[in-house]
T-cell receptor, first 116, second 112 residues
Framework: DTAVSQTPKYLVTQMGNDKSIKCEQN?????MYWYKQDSKKFLKIMFSYNNKELIINETVPNRFSPKSPDKAHLNLHINSLELGDSAVYFCASSQEVQGGIAYGYTFGSGTRLTVV | DQQVKQNSPSLSVQEGRISILNCDYT??????FLWYKKYPAEGPTFLIS?????DKNEDGRFTVFLNKSAKHLSLHIVPSQPGDSAVYFCAASAGAGNMLTFGGGTRLMVKP
């Protein structure tokens, strides 16, 4: 059973298109995230979302928008794709700390987006 | 401005020897640190963590050491195995449940 699943795994699209990447977690976690791995392999937070709050990294262009139909899903919608959006995007989830014990994040396997 | 840095992009070690991966951070608010392991075409998987109240945490072949005064942590793998070959990410947060800031990763290659 895949704990955090992302689809599609690969996405090739032309500049100017609008695309979505889907993410689902079956762990019952409270919080979900989108990370972007850039060409230098850094994982940068884009969004975090739980049923209470959406936190947006202020460096993320507003062409990117997270959409959460329910607690188990956090999809990433991208408008007017640009060449610089090419990267690997990781979805992740985590459970709020309980009793001072943290469990870290569970990541999806990534979506490689190529904008041509 | 990188708050978490892994200055060695790659490391090559012979099987059976010790692998030491290093990580430095600048944010003094960070008090929780994690190591992730990532194979190609897969997402990072959680490996081991340490909070700032400790200076060492051990789990099997993996040990993480934290030097708060130097703002430095390291991951030791003993003995190294070829299956350990992967990219290792260091991550930190201010508070165990808060968002993580990742380093750039170190690619470990364990030679048979």
């Amino acid at each position: 059973d895949t704990a955090v699943s992302q689809t599609p795994k690969y996405l090739v699209t032309q500049m100017g298109n609008d695309k979505s990447i889907k993410c689902e977690q079956n762990l019952g976690h409270d919080t979900m995230y989108w990370y972007k791995q850039d060409s230098k392999k850094f994982l940068k937070i884009m969004f975090s979302y739980n049923n209470k709050e959406l936190i947006i990294n202020e460096t993320v262009p507003n062409r990117f928008s997270p959409k959460s139909p329910d607690k188990a899903h956090l999809n990433l919608h991208i408008n007017s794709l640009e060449l610089g959006d090419s990267a690997v995007y990781f979805c992740a989830s985590s459970q709020e700390v309980q009793g001072g014990i943290a469990y870290g994040y569970t990541f999806g396997s990534g979506t490689r987006l190529t904008v041509v | 401005d990188q708050q978490v840095k892994q200055n060695s992009p790659s490391l090559s070690v012979q099987e059976g020897r010790i692998s030491i991966l290093n990580c430095d951070y600048t944010n003094s608010m960070f008090d929780y640190f994690l190591w992730y392991k990532k194979y190609p075409a897969e997402g990072p998987t959680f490996l081991i963590s340490i909070s700032s109240i400790k200076d060492k945490n051990e789990d099997g072949r993996f040990t993480v050491f934290l030097n708060k005064s130097a703002k430095h942590l390291s991951l030791h793998i003993v003995p190294s195995q070829p299956g350990d070959s992967a990219v290792y990410f260091c991550a930190a947060s201010a508070g165990a449940g808060n968002m993580l800031t990742f380093g750039g990763g170190t690619r470990l290659m364990v030679k048979p």
